[in-house]
């Protein structure tokens, strides 16, 4: 039973059992396993509360009559009382009785619902009752537990468990049926009217219907799981969700869809969502009622409420309700499980819940923002501040479809503005843009033509900006922003000719604005002076130029890190010339042993131990390759796969080559093109910080006499074309700019020394008897932000020892820090990607992926030290040099 549930969710659910069910009118069971035994001795349930009704009355220590005539908020027709007509004990039997309520009554039936709330509350357990359903169109019995203390929030953020409802037992469903369903329901998530909820009907295989005869109806309940049974039939299980995390640790989807809750966090006050146990972790207490009517049953099988059926009262009848405590273990209510084969596989008895998909970690690469191109941006309308008009889209016979400003007699300022209160569009929202991800290299952009100059010709033309509802603003100069090819443009803009301004998001950031949340882009003739002023504006966008990772697998030539691979036929693909837009290609041939092909980067195959993080290509990201089949399998009819793996086959995913963008099945001897969007394969299940095989074949044990060729195999972005992710020399000949050659602790000023020609003027460090650890060190509240460099970066160097510590046993270290040592990283510098140690007078090269150093626990968003040295205390004697070290993609 709902508390709150709408009309529409009512429906919902009955379609989606009707969906489920409606295929010969009754639904039946998908195996034919006898029922379990839940009083079989594998088990460890120990009975801890009942009432068997072998009283004359209701025992008022167990149970509390609800009074009222609310019906739990589903527009029910009764009335709950504490009348002994509505709830009674005969011969070991409750009677919950629902009965027409005499004229005048608030509400046309009275019934009852009794509840054990403070008075038998329970965590975990198995919960089950032997009853007898009441009949007719109208009827509502139900058993259900709710939380003792709502410690997540109103409903139904607390949780609610539905063990068994039922409506309008006998009456007929769409195909003329009796109806004979129960159901098992979980309500959870968002506060109402954003509720959710997951269930499961079931009718008995027989054809027995419930209001028959008496049946027991259970749930066991446990740490992240609980299941319905009927009959101690197994028919539904539902559990947490479990996220899916990558090869960092971030979120990336959801393994199993399950429930959810949504509450506000103490301590913050944030409104957070849970995947975790809440809210089924909590004490709940138990409920039974029976309603007339309401929002679900009289919207399904015969509609309404029969009057008839309640003439003589409709009853509930319960034998008794018993509790069990799991004696294995108490805590959790793990180890009693009494389960089914099937009873865990989507296609059978577990549900799959309505819990939301976790957001996709940040990808490090900023999202641009269009406002206007041609086509209307629903969440950032056009806008007249104060004039009372409503700018329009005209025509322009250049640029097409364009807005229209217009200004009359009253002061005004113009543009576009994203604050809830102008949303007038029902597909829009209120969404301020955080353009700080890119306001080092973004800007604000446009196009403008003024059709008519104000009748103040001399009126100065401003560009303003604004962010967190007026918090922060800029005003600048239209003209400052001015980039078309008139180098001689005036103060103001030239009547009748489309011109293009652009101002930097970091020049708006050190005038004052804070660019994470801009809602606000106005132009405009200075206030009071712009009557008579129209102009138009398009290409209105908040955007920089993207930074997109890219991996080339095959184009031309083989990655060689990336080679080509026969997994199990024993073959060696080989590199063909085909015509000449394709070139060079890779070629595959498939004889008598099953096998797959394609490319793969792990080392034992040859592979660069170079997995490709496409984390930054969630959101509009492609994996895309050519194929042309040379000869196609004996087995023509043999469906083409494409299979792409990440992280050592920790997640895989496998595709038919027509479920492709493109959506076709190859045909012989022709070039075809295939594209698969990264975010596909992520919602199925791929994780894509870590891809390191990509395979097309026929389907396996198919493929002989195969022979096909790819090219352009790669992953990228369409807006990819961008400059890369800057790096930092740290010290090349000098030390960069606010960073220096850094003695910790010994006391000694390094030098700047000439060495080689190949190296020329490097840093040179001596360790004296002092411990200490030397390196590089930047000035102050200097950082620098290595973020964007995360999937391709590394920091590196290169070294030469002069003269070993007199210790000639101490271990060589490499240590980095970030944001003034609140996250440090130590290793060996065998730990490098060359793991070689110094050799006396010899130049090496000593590489650390940024990746690692992440994992390791680094925060690579504020590094601010690089040091290298023998253990501390073991280096005295040590005099080394150091050049070309540098944070940079690689």
């Known amino acids: 039973m709902t508390k709150k549930a709408t009309q529409l969710t009512r429906i919902a659910a009955a379609l989606s059992v009707t969906t489920l069910f409606g295929c010969g009118g009754g639904a039946t069971t998908s195996t034919d396993i ?41 527009n029910e027709a009764q009335c709950y009382t504490d009348s002994e007509e509505n709830a ?37 357990g198995r919960f ?67 509720n959710d909820s997951s269930g499961q009907a079931y009718s008995l295989p027989d054809g027995s219907n419930p209001a028959d005869d008496f049946h027991t109806y259970a749930i066991e309940w446990q740490e992240g799981e609980i299941r319905w049974y009927m009959d101690d039939y197994l028919y539904a299980t539902q559990r947490r969700s479990e996220v899916r995390y990558n090869s960092n640790g971030e979120a990336t989807g959801l393994s199993h869809r399950g429930w959810y809750t949504e509450y506000f966090e103490q301590g913050t006050g944030e409104l957070v969502t849970h995947w975790d146990n809440a809210p089924y ?82 990808t490090g690469v900023a999202v641009n923002l269009t406002i206007f191109d041609g086509t209307t941006n629903p969440d950032w309308p056009a806008w007249d501040c104060c004039g009372g008009t409503t700018p329009a889209i005209v025509e322009d016979s250049e640029e097409g479809d364009v807005y229209e400003f217009s200004i009359g ?104 604005l804070d660019t994470s949340a801009i809602d606000v882009i106005m132009v405009f003739p200075a206030w009071g002076a712009g009557e008579g002023a129209v102009y138009r504006m398009t290409n209105i966008e908040i955007s920089q130029e993207s ?27 080989t590199e063909e010339i085909d015509n000449e837009e394709h070139g060079v290609t890779a070629e595959f041939r498939i004889g008598a042993e099953p096998t797959v092909m394609g490319f793969i980067t792990r080392p034992v195959s040859g592979g660069g131990d170079t997995p490709f993080d496409a984390s930054a290509l969630a959101d509009g990201g492609l994996l895309q390759f050519d194929m042309r089949v040379v000869s196609m399998p004996n087995d023509a009819s043999a469906a083409w796969l ?13 595709l038919s080559l027509s479920d492709s963008v493109e959506g076709q099945s190859p045909v012989a001897g022709e070039w075809q093109t295939y ?102 060190l930047a000035d102050d509240d200097v950082y620098f932000d290595a973020s964007a460099l995360l999937s391709t970066g590394a920091v590196s160097f290169d070294l030469k020892v002069s003269a070993m510590p007199n210790d000639t046993s101490a271990p060589w270290l490499f240590k980095i820090e970030s944001g003034d040592a609140a996250t440090a990283v130590e290793l060996g510098l065998a730990d490098s990607l060359e793991g070689v140690d110094p050799v006396l007078g010899e130049w090496q090269t000593y590489t650390f992926p940024l990746q690692t150093l992440y994992d390791a626990g680094l925060d690579i968003s504020a590094i601010d030290v690089i040091m290298v040295f023998p253990a501390w205390g073991a280096g005295e004697g040590a005099v080394y040099r150091m050049d070309n070290v540098e944070i940079a993609a690689q």
């Open 34 to 74: 006898d029922s379990v035994d839940v009083s079989a001795p594998v088990s460890d349930w120990q009975l801890v509360w009942s009432d068997e009704f072998d009283d004359t009355g209701i025992d008022d220590n167990k149970w509390t009559h609800e009074v009222n005539c609310d019906g739990g908020g589903n």
């Open 88 to 124: 009674f004990v005969s011969d070991g039997v409750l009677n919950i009785v629902a009965l027409p309520a005499e004229e005048g009554a608030a509400k046309p039936y009275t019934s009852a619902r009794l509840i054990t709330q403070y008075k038998a509350d329970f965590k975990y």
């Open 128 to 194: 089950e009752i032997r009853a007898k359903l009441p009949e007719g169109q109208g009827s509502w019995p139900a058993f259900w537990m709710m939380p003792t203390d709502s410690v997540y929030g109103g409903w139904p953020r607390s949780g609610e468990i539905d063990i068994m409802e039922a409506v309008n037992l006998k009456a007929a469903d769409a195909d003329g049926n009796p109806e004979a369903h129960i159901y098992g329901t979980l309500h959870y998530g968002q506060e109402w009217p954003n």
């Open 281 to 362: 972790d909590q004490e709940f207490y138990m409920i039974l009622n029976l309603a007339v009517g309401g929002s679900w049953p009289e919207a399904v099988n015969e509609t309404g409420i029969d009057p008839e059926a309640f003439t003589n009262g409709q009853s509930f009848e319960i034998d008794y309700v018993r509790v069990y405590e799991c004696g294995s273990d108490p805590e959790t209510g793990a180890g009693c499980e009494t389960i089914r084969p099937g009873y865990d596989s989507l296609d059978d008895a577990l549900v799959e819940g309505a819990a939301p998909i976790p957001s996709a970690p940040s």
């Open 409 to 512: 007699a009253e002061p005004t300022v113009m543009g576009f503005i994203s604050r809830e209160l102008f949303i007038t569009d029902p597909e829009g929202e209120a969404s301020p843009f955080d353009a700080s991800p890119m306001e080092e290299n973004g800007s604000v952009k446009f196009d403008l033509k003024m059709v008519s100059s104000p009748a103040d010709a001399s009126a100065a033309w401003l560009f303003k900006i604004e962010s967190g509802e007026g918090t922060t603003a800029v005003e600048l100069p239209l003209m400052d922003g001015y980039v078309g090819p008139n180098a001689d443009a005036g103060a103001t803009p030239e009547q009748g000719v489309w011109e293009s301004y652009e101002f930097p998001l970091s020049a708006l950031a050190e005038a004052g």
């Open 547 to 573: 930074a997109y990772p890219e991996l080339v697998i095959f184009e031309d030539e083989m990655n060689a890190d990336w080679p080509m691979w026969d997994c199990c036929g024993g073959s060696t693909p």
């Open 642 to 654: 494409f299979k792409v793996e990440s992280n050592d086959a920790s997640s895989a995913v496998e």
């Open 675 to 776: 594209t698969f969007p990264i975010a596909d394969l992520q919602a199925a299940g791929l994780d894509i910080s870590a891809i390191d095989v990509l395979m097309v074949f026929p389907a396996w044990g198919s493929g002989e006499g195969a022979v096909y060729r790819l090219d352009n195999v790669k992953l990228y972005h369409p807006d990819g074309d961008a400059t890369a992710a800057e790096g930092l020399t740290v010290f090349a000949d000098t030390a960069a700019d606010q960073w220096s050659i850094w003695d910790c602790c010994g006391g000694s000023t390094p030098t700047e020394e000439v060495d080689d020609a190949d190296h020329g003027t490097v840093a040179e460090f001596r360790i004296g008897a002092t411990p200490t650890v030397m390196g590089f």
